[in-house]
């Protein structure tokens, strides 16, 4: 299903907009970009009616099945499964949340992730530019991190902005993460029911323009649909 931004979705935009009022110009109008799904139907690639956008080369797209979305395929090479939200319109200043679907005592041997995007675009045929906020589990633990991509398929195309974390919460099924950024500064949440957790920070102006989105990494040996997405939203702020 395809719809409007949940009232907790609006009152939560407003809180990102109020903690960042140094870098929101009053004389710029919003821009109302907004986009939310709960993956309903198949599709391979995900598209749902074009709103999705994918690399034209190298990069994986992800897929939708069971009211899941998850990665197209296992990767023997950094060519995640990557899809952005280009044909809907977005701001700058944006946030993207996704429910995490998790199968029940899934812990893959192998890195297996759910990740978001912020500022995704292609701004050259087969070069892809974006920040990654990633939630990995692998052998019953937890990790996070913050990334810029900024490169050609084939290439180091990444970059680490934060280090792995520690301790950090393995995710369970329903959960929700929560990326954003305002300006430069770049915030990774993990919210379990009333809680949230900041789950990683940075700070970085490679990128000013481009779109929310999703993607998924994930080793041999791993079980595609076992963990991603149940639902998603994003909107400009």
């Known amino acids: ?36 799904s709960t993956f ?10 074009g709103a999705w956008t994918h690399m034209s080369s190298f990069w994986q797209a992800p897929q939708k099945a069971g009211g899941i979305a998850f990665a197209g395929g296992a990767n023997e090479s950094y060519d995640d499964s990557a899809a952005w939200l280009e044909a809907v319109g977005f ?18 041997t192998d890195p297996h992730e759910v990740e978001l995007l912020l500022r995704a675009s292609e701004p050259e045929a087969g070069s892809i530019a974006a920040y990654e906020c990633l939630y ?3 052998s019953g633990s937890a990790y996070v991190q913050i990334m ?11 970059t680490e902005i934060t280090d792995p974390g520690v301790n950090n919460p393995f995710p369970q099924d329903g959960d929700q993460i929560e990326a954003s950024i305002i300006g430069s500064d770049i915030v990774f949440r993990h919210i379990r029911g009333a809680t949230e957790t900041v789950l990683a920070t940075a700070t970085d102006a490679a990128h000013s323009a481009g779109s929310p989105g999703i993607s998924f990494f994930m080793r041999p040996g791993g079980t595609l649909s076992s963990y991603g997405y149940a639902a998603v939203e994003a909107s400009t702020l």
Do not use: C
């Not at 700058?92 to 998790?102: F, G, R, S, Y």
């Not at 810029?148 to 990444?158: E, H, I, K, V």
């Open 40 to 49: 309903d139907g198949t599709e391979a690639p995900l598209s749902e009616g």
């Open 148 to 158: 810029r991509w900024d490169g050609a398929g084939g290439t180091t195309y990444f």
């Open 1 to 36: 299903m395809l719809g409007v931004m949940s009232r907790r979705s609006s009152a939560r935009r407003a809180r990102l907009r109020s903690a960042f009022p140094r870098l929101l110009p009053q004389s710029i109008p919003a821009v109302l970009g907004s986009y939310a």
């Open 91 to 108: 701001g700058p200043d944006q946030v993207i949340t996704a429910t995490i679907a998790l199968a029940p005592s899934y812990s893959p």
């Open 136 to 138: 990995g589990i692998n």
